[in-house]
Nanobody, 122 residues
Framework: QVQLVESGGGLVQAGGSLRLSCAAS????????ISWFRQAPGLEREFVAA????????YYSESAKGRFTISRDNVKNMVYLQMNSLKPEDTALYYC???????????????WGQGTQVTVSS
């Protein structure tokens, strides 16, 4: 398995930017697809973005398209989520997760981090 630790969350005004980081440990990192999910209070966890093992494929939710960019560095064992033009509705706890395929279904991922809080004020 891969151990994941998120960082980079915080409080930002609407229209601002944040870059989330996901640090991975374990020799299998480069063989795992990585995704970002988020969960706001009272709502179900939702898919945000995914990246394939070799970075060739990326996927985004409709709400993330055009504003968020997922990337990874397999040498540093890091995954990033650059978030621009943030909106109050982006407020949530953001998780990174590792799995075999870069898909939207959260049950497909077997390693999860603890999450990092993102709060966007209006």
């Amino acid at each position: 398995q891969v151990q994941l630790v998120e960082s980079g969350g915080g409080l930002v005004q609407a229209g601002g930017s944040l870059r989330l980081s996901c640090a991975a440990s374990g020799r299998t990192f480069s063989s795992r697809a990585i995704s970002w999910f988020r969960q706001a209070p009272g709502l179900e966890r939702e898919f945000v973005a995914a990246i394939s093992q070799n970075t060739a494929l990326t996927y985004y939710s409709e709400s993330a398209k055009g504003r968020f960019t997922i990337s990874r560095d397999n040498v540093k064992n890091m995954v990033y989520l650059q978030m621009n033009s943030l909106k109050p509705e982006d407020t949530a706890l953001y998780y990174c997760a590792a799995g075999l395929l870069p898909i939207q279904r959260d049950s497909a991922y077997d390693s999860w981090g603890q999450g990092t809080q993102v709060t966007v004020s209006s």
